[in-house]
């Protein structure tokens, strides 16, 4: 028995405790935006927040986790598709296939919180996950278009403020 | 669009069915009921409902190529829709079969997704818009030839009338279709051809994209597999007293006789389970084939007598003896793994009445064909719903192993749906490679410089010969020449060498090849490309002059390599250290090119700066997606350059996952500047062709900065430092 915190809910689950959180989350939750890619922590498709970090959750078993932790999965991230990194995928329509981007966009929206203006060189070391489409670019491109526009909508409200 | 809330329902719908049992007598998919009378179907391909969405019906997959999007444009543009209202539909394989295939092939690959369907669905959106126009004109008394359409809405000038498509919509599609379309210059497009947002982002970007893995069904159980190591092998026997104790599982079997499964409650589960089964393979005749093994069989087609040829032109034996310079080398590509991010899986429900699969899968008809004799059912009571891919390149079109084993596995639970996945391990192991081959360059020139010969001898693996030997054509594989072939859109060769032979000793180890996004192009460019950039320096000519000699003839081919070194500034200065490469290659219709920026250090770290790319595809339908196709195959075709390779020992696959097999990632991705210079008055594919040019255009810029030729694939495997 595990229980867990998942975008704001706490889900008592019946499993094992070396159930992966991944499919603790998929099977369990029945939430599956979050997705099995490699189920070894390589291509970061089952990348979930906790606690606001990044975390590759087919590597770790929900024995590993308390209640107190903040589990954020995709579904979680906006209620509205409306957090800065989803508004700028949008518009640069980044995903092709889509599979990977769920992973993409949690490692993203971790990045834009530890660096808001990150680098070329931040996003390399940041931004591990695989993406077989090759929409590296465009993610690249998303990340700092969701970059400026969080960083205008910061300077507008502090105008607002003044 | 809701393509995956539309699956998904009919997912439920399809399993309450069978759960009430009145599925053989009433069940009908939604889609297939718009064909019955009520609804207003005005074509095969177009439904305009009373609320005048308009609901392209899209025979091809999208798998995140964009042809989704691309194909309902062209249809859109012909019946002049409101782009707005605009949603999309898979019809399915057995509905395709009952309507004696009025959509055609339902296959996604090849490129073809646009160029093997444009003219069709083009005709389709035309005559469902004169269709509309006729009710029209027929519900206000007045001649067809004076009114107008524009954006959803018919218009009679004369009397000021209009109405929306929605309120004629059922009226017209009980009219008679019309023989004879006229289709729209692309001059005079408004929809297609402009960079038009993807129908099928949002819905990716919040997790609610249901893609096959996802599927989910009242009642059904999770499936896991492990299959024979050794191709060929079998399952001697095995143990499964610890699994069938474990929590959740509900049955332990062996299919075809070479596979064990665990079903049980959930994946995670069946997997665990699977894992503690004691399985004791036969490993068959192939226990002891090697990646050194297979070489061996290769490097022996190089100089064997019987070939197949492929293009043969003049004497080349002659041009080779009477040389003034003769340049020789050997090339070789390895096996690879497609790598899609979605592991094979597929859903099935199996009752003596009914067998259906729902399954991510580049060709539903394939895969229907595959269900078919595995569920011992007649193809009437079988059908197969396509779900979203989480990639294809080919996998999901080579083989539909997976769906005869999920059918195997569904029918021995009857009415039960069975999910079956593939772990990663599983499917790496068991995938349809990217066949080995190799090649031997002679090449033979003049005391000019010229090329008066070349002699390609490629010895390796057939696609067909292990997919569908059916196919082959008195033993050869006519793909295997992609791209050196003496005409044809499947890839022309594009230089003017008086004395050619391309040929091919076909050599076939036991792992199972594929499809492989750009397929033989892929080898077949950088044996082409690096050998011209060895016969130019050979030459002691500079590589992009010594191609415009034998391009002249060919006036596409040079077209793309001029849009590249014009772009690339070839034979300007580079920045210190960074040097460039060159290549160009036809295929799937269409004419690529590149020129790559590479430095390398002290140490050999390879980066690549910056890739210059060209593609003339005839026609261009939407240009965002032309970019993004165009950055994607660099992503794939350089991650199999750097990293891409599987090895063999005691006749198994040695990788198993991504932390073995690596794949490019986001700090490896070079910036990639795209130009499409459609040229028109043909259509070309555009998913794959620029993968062709990405190896080659970096293996020369790596000779440039280096002097180091490297003939062999991936990278990783060499040391890059100064020659």
Same mark, same amino acid.
């Given at each position: 028995?595990?229980?867990?915190?998942?975008?704001?809910?706490?889900?008592?689950?019946?499993?094992?405790?070396?159930?992966?959180?991944?499919?603790?989350?998929?099977?369990?939750?029945?939430?599956?935006?979050?997705?099995?890619?490699?189920?070894?922590?390589?291509?970061?498709?089952?990348?979930?927040?906790?606690?606001?970090?990044?975390?590759?959750?087919?590597?770790?078993?929900?024995?590993?986790?308390?209640?107190?932790?903040?589990?954020?999965?995709?579904?979680?991230?906006?209620?509205?598709?409306?957090?800065?990194?989803?508004?700028?995928?949008?518009?640069?329509?980044?995903?092709?296939?889509?599979?990977?981007?769920?992973?993409?966009?949690?490692?993203?929206?971790?990045?834009?919180?530890?660096?808001?203006?990150?680098?070329?060189?931040?996003?390399?070391?940041?931004?591990?996950?695989?993406?077989?489409?090759?929409?590296?670019?465009?993610?690249?491109?998303?990340?700092?278009?969701?970059?400026?526009?969080?960083?205008?909508?910061?300077?507008?409200?502090?105008?607002?403020?003044? | 669009?809701?393509?995956?809330?539309?699956?998904?329902?009919?997912?439920?719908?399809?399993?309450?069915?069978?759960?009430?049992?009145?599925?053989?007598?009433?069940?009908?998919?939604?889609?297939?009921?718009?064909?019955?009378?009520?609804?207003?179907?005005?074509?095969?391909?177009?439904?305009?409902?009373?609320?005048?969405?308009?609901?392209?019906?899209?025979?091809?997959?999208?798998?995140?190529?964009?042809?989704?999007?691309?194909?309902?444009?062209?249809?859109?543009?012909?019946?002049?829709?409101?782009?707005?209202?605009?949603?999309?539909?898979?019809?399915?394989?057995?509905?395709?079969?009952?309507?004696?295939?009025?959509?055609?092939?339902?296959?996604?690959?090849?490129?073809?997704?646009?160029?093997?369907?444009?003219?069709?669905?083009?005709?389709?959106?035309?005559?469902?818009?004169?269709?509309?126009?006729?009710?029209?004109?027929?519900?206000?008394?007045?001649?067809?030839?004076?009114?107008?359409?524009?954006?959803?809405?018919?218009?009679?000038?004369?009397?000021?009338?209009?109405?929306?498509?929605?309120?004629?919509? +059922?009226?017209?599609?009980?009219?008679?279709?019309?023989?004879?379309?006229?289709?729209? #210059?692309?001059?005079?497009?408004?929809?297609?051809?402009?960079?038009?947002?993807?129908?099928?982002?949002?819905?990716?970007?919040?997790?609610?994209?249901?893609?096959?893995?996802?599927?989910?069904?009242?009642?059904?159980?999770?499936?896991?597999?492990?299959?024979?190591?050794?191709?060929?092998?079998?399952?001697?026997?095995? #143990?499964?007293?610890?699994?069938?104790?474990?929590?959740?599982?509900?049955?332990?079997?062996?299919?075809?006789?070479?596979?064990?499964?665990?079903?049980?409650?959930?994946?995670?589960?069946?997997?665990?389970?699977?894992?503690?089964?004691?399985?004791?393979?036969?490993?068959?005749?192939?226990?002891?084939?090697?990646?050194?093994?297979?070489?061996?069989?290769?490097?022996?087609?190089?100089?064997?007598?019987?070939?197949?040829?492929?293009?043969?032109?003049?004497?080349?034996?002659?041009?080779?003896?009477?040389?003034?310079?003769?340049?020789?080398?050997?090339?070789?590509?390895?096996?690879?793994?497609?790598?899609?991010?979605?592991?094979?899986?597929?859903?099935?429900?199996?009752?003596?009445?009914?067998?259906?699969?729902?399954?991510?899968?580049?060709?539903?008809?394939?895969?229907?064909?595959?269900?078919?004799?595995?569920?011992?059912?007649?193809?009437?009571?079988?059908?197969?719903?396509?779900?979203?891919?989480?990639?294809?390149?080919?996998?999901?079109?080579?083989?539909? #192993?997976?769906?005869?084993?999920?059918?195997?596995?569904?029918?021995?639970?009857?009415?039960?749906?069975?999910?079956?996945?593939?772990?990663?391990?599983?499917?790496?192991?068991?995938?349809?490679?990217?066949?080995?081959?190799?090649?031997?360059?002679?090449?033979?020139?003049?005391?000019?410089? /010229?090329?008066?010969?070349?002699?390609?001898?490629?010895?390796?693996?057939?696609?067909?010969?292990?997919?569908?030997?059916?196919?082959?054509?008195?033993?050869? #594989?006519?793909?295997?020449?992609?791209?050196?072939?003496?005409?044809?859109?499947?890839?022309?060769?594009?230089?003017?060498?008086?004395? +050619?032979?391309?040929?091919?000793?076909?050599? /076939?180890?036991?792992?199972?090849?594929?499809?492989?996004?750009?397929?033989?192009? /892929?080898?077949?460019?950088?044996?082409?490309?690096?050998?011209?950039?060895?016969?130019?320096?050979?030459?002691?000519?500079?590589?992009?002059?010594?191609?415009?000699?034998?391009?002249?003839?060919?006036?596409?081919?040079?077209?793309?390599?001029?849009?590249?070194?014009?772009?690339?500034?070839?034979?300007?200065?580079?920045?210190?250290?960074?040097?460039?490469?060159?290549?160009?290659?036809?295929?799937?219709?269409?004419?690529?090119?590149?020129?790559?920026?590479?430095?390398?250090?002290?140490?050999?770290?390879?980066?690549?700066?910056?890739?210059?790319?060209?593609?003339?595809?005839?026609?261009?339908?939407?240009?965002?997606?032309?970019?993004?196709?165009?950055?994607?195959?660099?992503?794939?075709?350089?991650?199999?350059?750097?990293?891409?390779?599987?090895?063999?020992?005691?006749?198994?696959?040695?990788?198993?996952?991504?932390?073995?097999?690596?794949?490019?990632?986001?700090?490896?991705?070079?910036?990639?500047?795209?130009?499409?210079?459609?040229?028109?008055?043909?259509?070309?594919?555009?998913?794959?062709?620029?993968?062709?040019?990405?190896?080659?255009?970096?293996? /020369?810029?790596?000779?440039?900065?280096?002097?180091?030729?490297?003939?062999?694939?991936?990278?990783?495997?060499?040391?890059?430092?100064?020659?």
């Amino acid at each position: 028995m595990a229980r867990l915190n998942i975008n704001g809910k706490i889900h008592n689950i019946d499993v094992e405790p070396d159930t992966p959180l991944l499919w603790a989350i998929r099977e369990q939750i029945g939430l599956t935006g979050t997705k099995y890619g490699c189920g070894v922590a390589a291509c970061g498709a089952c990348t979930v927040h906790v606690d606001g970090v990044p975390t590759r959750s087919c590597s770790l078993p929900v024995s590993s986790f308390t209640e107190k932790q903040k589990i954020v999965t995709i579904e979680g991230l906006s209620k509205t598709v409306t957090h800065p990194i989803q508004k700028a995928w949008l518009e640069l329509d980044v995903p092709q296939c889509g599979y990977c981007q769920s992973g993409q966009i949690m490692a993203a929206a971790a990045l834009l919180v530890k660096h808001p203006e990150p680098t070329d060189a931040q996003i390399n070391e940041e931004m591990t996950n695989i993406c077989r489409c090759g929409t590296y670019n465009r993610i690249r491109a998303g990340v700092k278009l969701a970059a400026k526009n969080a960083k205008g909508a910061k300077s507008n409200n502090k105008a607002q403020r003044a | 669009m809701t393509i995956a809330q539309k699956l998904s329902r009919r997912g439920f719908l399809a399993g309450a069915a069978v759960a009430t049992g009145g599925l053989s007598i009433g069940f009908h998919i939604p889609t297939a009921e718009a064909a019955v009378g009520d609804t207003p179907e005005i074509n095969a391909w177009v439904v305009v409902k009373p609320d005048d969405t308009v609901v392209i019906r899209v025979a091809r997959v999208e798998m995140g190529q964009g042809t989704l999007t691309g194909l309902a444009q062209l249809v859109a543009e012909e019946l002049d829709a409101d782009w707005s209202k605009v949603t999309t539909e898979y019809p399915t394989p057995g509905q395709n079969v009952a309507r004696k295939r009025i959509w055609g092939d339902f296959q996604t690959a090849g490129s073809r997704g646009i160029r093997g369907s444009e003219d069709y669905v083009r005709k389709g959106g035309a005559a469902a818009r004169l269709m509309l126009m006729q009710a029209a004109a027929n519900q206000w008394k007045v001649p067809v030839g004076e009114v107008t359409t524009s954006k959803g809405v018919i218009t009679h000038k004369a009397s000021g009338r209009s109405l929306r498509y929605g309120k004629v919509a +059922l009226a017209a599609g009980k009219l008679e279709a019309p023989k004879d379309v006229k289709i729209k #210059d692309p001059k005079d497009w408004t929809i297609a051809g402009k960079p038009l947002p993807r129908l099928d982002t949002k819905m990716k970007l919040d997790g609610s994209q249901i893609y096959s893995i996802d599927f989910k069904m009242p009642g059904m159980l999770n499936a896991a597999i492990k299959e024979t190591p050794v191709p060929g092998g079998k399952v001697k026997s095995f #143990d499964a007293a610890k699994a069938e104790k474990m929590r959740g599982v509900k049955k332990v079997l062996v299919i075809d006789g070479n596979a064990v499964v665990v079903v049980a409650d959930t994946w995670y589960r069946a997997k665990t389970a699977l894992d503690a089964v004691n399985i004791v393979w036969d490993e068959g005749a192939n226990a002891s084939v090697s990646t050194a093994s297979i070489k061996a069989m290769l490097t022996e087609g190089l100089d064997a007598k019987q070939a197949f040829v492929g293009n043969k032109k003049g004497d080349v034996e002659t041009a080779i003896a009477g040389a003034t310079k003769k340049v020789e080398a050997v090339y070789r590509y390895p096996y690879q793994h497609h790598m899609t991010m979605e592991p094979m899986n597929a859903t099935a429900q199996w009752t003596p009445e009914k067998c259906l699969v729902w399954t991510s899968t580049q060709n539903a008809e394939a895969a229907l064909a595959t269900a078919v004799p595995a569920s011992g059912l007649p193809i009437e009571k079988c059908d197969v719903i396509r779900m979203n891919l989480g990639g294809g390149f080919g996998r999901r079109s080579s083989s539909h #192993d997976y769906v005869r084993q999920t059918v195997l596995v569904a029918k021995e639970m009857p009415g039960t749906p069975v999910k079956l996945i593939w772990s990663r391990e599983q499917d790496v192991t068991h995938g349809t490679y990217h066949p080995t081959t190799m090649c031997k360059l002679t090449g033979a020139l003049d005391d000019k410089g /010229n090329v008066v010969g070349l002699h390609m001898r490629i010895s390796g693996q057939s696609i067909l010969a292990g997919l569908r030997p059916e196919a082959l054509v008195e033993g050869r #594989d006519p793909g295997t020449f992609q791209g050196l072939n003496a005409q044809g859109p499947e890839g022309q060769f594009g230089y003017e060498i008086p004395n +050619l032979l391309v040929d091919h000793a076909m050599r /076939n180890p036991p792992f199972r090849p594929g499809f492989w996004r750009g397929v033989n192009n /892929n080898q077949n460019s950088i044996y082409l490309e690096c050998f011209i950039d060895e016969m130019a320096h050979a030459a002691g000519q500079d590589p992009l002059e010594f191609r415009r000699k034998m391009m002249k003839n060919y006036p596409k081919h040079l077209a793309v390599l001029n849009t590249v070194a014009e772009k690339s500034g070839w034979g300007k200065p580079t920045a210190p250290g960074v040097f460039r490469g060159i290549s160009q290659h036809m295929g799937y219709g269409s004419y690529v090119a590149a020129v790559a920026e590479v430095s390398v250090s002290d140490k050999g770290a390879l980066k690549i700066h910056r890739i210059v790319a060209a593609t003339d595809c005839g026609h261009v339908v939407n240009p965002q997606q032309v970019a993004a196709q165009i950055e994607g195959s660099f992503a794939y075709g350089l991650s199999a350059l750097l990293y891409g390779e599987m090895t063999v020992k005691n006749g198994r696959m040695e990788q198993e996952n991504f932390d073995t097999y690596e794949v490019m990632k986001m700090a490896d991705m070079p910036p990639v500047e795209s130009y499409p210079v459609p040229s028109g008055g043909f259509w070309g594919g555009v998913g794959e062709p620029t993968i062709f040019v990405a190896a080659p255009a970096v293996l /020369n810029a790596i000779f440039a900065a280096t002097g180091k030729r490297l003939r062999d694939v991936p990278l990783k495997n060499f040391d890059l430092r100064k020659a």
